[in-house]
């Protein structure tokens, strides 16, 4: 069984910066994409930033120049860099893993918050 697990949330001021990681753990075959969500209270979950097991990495508009993402395949890990942090990326941020070769798959994280705040 696949597991994801995430690290590295906290509190920062506006302008900082933290970098939050994901290690899947368990075998997983296949192409898939590692990505990163968020839901903020109210509000539905939405994708953050994708690096697909094939294709190009995308992020969301609202994070463009301010995020990265990463992956180490031999880590087994996805990572977000986060700069300029702004109070609305407050939410909690969730690590995903989506397969579509051979078949589909999908696990998710259990989440690491992440606040940002004067």
């Known amino acids: 069984q696949v597991q994801l697990v995430e690290s590295g949330g906290g509190f920062v001021h506006p302008g900082g910066s933290l970098r939050v990681a994901c290690v899947v753990s368990?075998?997983?075959?296949?192409?898939?994409?590692l990505g990163w969500y968020r839901q903020a209270p109210g509000k539905q979950r939405e994708l953050v930033a994708v690096v697909p097991g094939m294709g190009t990495t995308n992020y969301a508009d609202s994070v463009k120049g301010r995020f990265t993402i990463s992956r180490d395949n031999a880590k087994n890990t996805v990572y977000l860099q986060m700069n300029s942090l702004k109070p609305e990326d407050t939410a909690v941020y969730y690590c995903?893993?989506?397969?579509?070769?051979?078949?589909?798959?999908?696990?998710w994280g259990q989440g690491t918050q992440v606040t940002v705040s004067s």
């Open positions: 995903n893993l989506d397969r579509r070769i051979p078949s589909k798959y999908t696990a």
């Open positions: 368990g075998t997983i075959y296949g192409v898939y994409d």
